[in-house]
């Protein structure tokens, strides 16, 4: 992951809306950011976010710390996330008298498992000695990592401007309690409007055809619309400027259509400018059985192969597991279905399409 903050710049936050209607079981925002001239992107390209940590986490943890700086402990620091160098550091050093042998069961079994649910400030009151000196525990904790968003903008819509599709991320805790992410709760919750972030654009493979002639689909459920968006106002772009462009076909999908259609009035100009030829919709709670992407895609099967036949190219983004590894499997189904191959000669023939870049995927 991209951490070189010499090669960023700052950002400042301009406007924040939220996407998803009440109701929702999602809190998903259009994040709009502000860039120098120095921030250069294409669609498809990837938004590097330098996160800070939930306040009330850092305050939280700060004072169980003696000489801890809380600009460095929003900053620096992974503290939403236990890791074994920091139980290891307790236990031989902190450790409060009864846990040490808690804390040894941690580290010769299932660490993950039972370390799920702590943040470090949870870990200080429950096991160690308090407080610890800062210098000390912070030698022990992962240095907070930048984040990678799917840009879902493209520069040609405001060439000032860059914004993405943020979900908010909630992790179980301890006690019932549930914690932030710190990025998702950064962007969308803690940076104040007007305020300043760190960030830096890196490219992707992710990228439409360079001869806009070539037919597209694009499968984004949930945020995985974002590079999408992005695409669709680049041909938004070239359509008014006379530029030829092949067909594009849309599957998009959430939970439910009355609460989880984000971009809905964008989708439907776009379909009824032509930017956008075809759009497939896979609400998965709107009826008894749930319905994904994946079925509206093998639903549309025959068509979706002539598509392909015909030189189109399949854009993916989203999770990677389930959703993209399900699409995957259609696709592959479709091929050996409509293509009438063999399981063997249909999974080659996708491979094939992947090698040869025309079957994307941008997958988290």
């Not at 939220?18 to 669609?43: D, F, N, Q, R, W």
């Not at 939970?255 to 989708?267: K, M």
Request: aromatic letters at 10%; one cysteine or more; proline letters at 5%.
């Amino acid at each position: 992951m991209i951490s070189d903050k010499k090669l960023s710049t700052m950002g400042r936050l301009l406007r924040r809306v939220c996407l998803s209607k009440e109701g929702s079981a999602k809190s998903i925002y259009l994040v709009t950011i502000g860039m120098g001239e120095e921030l250069v992107y294409e669609p498809g390209d990837w938004l590097v976010i330098f996160p800070q940590n939930p306040p009330d986490q850092v305050g939280r943890l700060a004072k169980l710390l003696k000489g801890a700086d809380f600009d460095q402990l929003s900053r620096n620091f992974t503290i939403l996330s236990v890791h074994r160098p920091l139980v290891q550091w307790i236990l031989e050093n902190a450790a409060r008298e009864g846990a040490s042998g808690q804390l040894s069961e941690w580290l010769d079994g299932d660490f993950n498992t039972m370390a799920r649910g702590y943040v470090v400030a949870d870990m200080l009151e429950k096991f160690a000695n308090v407080p610890v000196a800062a210098g000390d525990l912070l030698a022990n904790l992962k240095p907070l990592q930048p984040r990678l968003y799917s840009i879902a903008s493209a520069p040609e819509a405001n060439p000032h401007t860059v914004e993405l599709v943020v979900a908010s991320a909630f992790y179980p805790g301890l006690d019932g309690k549930f914690y932030e992410g710190a990025a998702s709760s950064f962007l969308n919750k803690y940076l104040p409007l007007g305020g300043e972030l760190r960030i830096q654009a890196t490219k992707t493979h992710f990228k439409l055809p360079s001869d806009p002639r070539v037919d597209v689909i694009f499968i984004g459920p949930g945020t995985g619309i974002a590079p999408f968006r992005g695409f669709l106002q680049h041909r938004d772009f070239l359509q008014k400027n006379g530029t030829p462009m092949g067909r594009c076909w849309l599957f998009f999908g959430d939970q439910h259509r009355a609460t989880d259609y984000i971009f809905e009035e964008d989708l439907t100009a776009y379909q009824k400018s032509g930017v956008l030829d075809r759009l497939d919709l896979a609400f998965s709670r709107d009826q008894d059985h749930k319905v994904y992407v994946q079925d509206r895609i093998w639903e549309n099967r025959e068509e979706i192969w002539k598509w392909i036949k015909g030189g189109a190219h399949v854009y993916v983004c989203g999770t990677a597991d389930p959703m993209a590894r399900d699409v995957l499997g259609t696709f592959t189904k479709v091929a050996g279905t409509c293509g009438n191959l063999s399981t063997e000669a249909s999974e080659s023939y996708i491979k094939t399409l992947q090698k040869c870049r025309r079957y994307l995927q941008d997958v988290y």
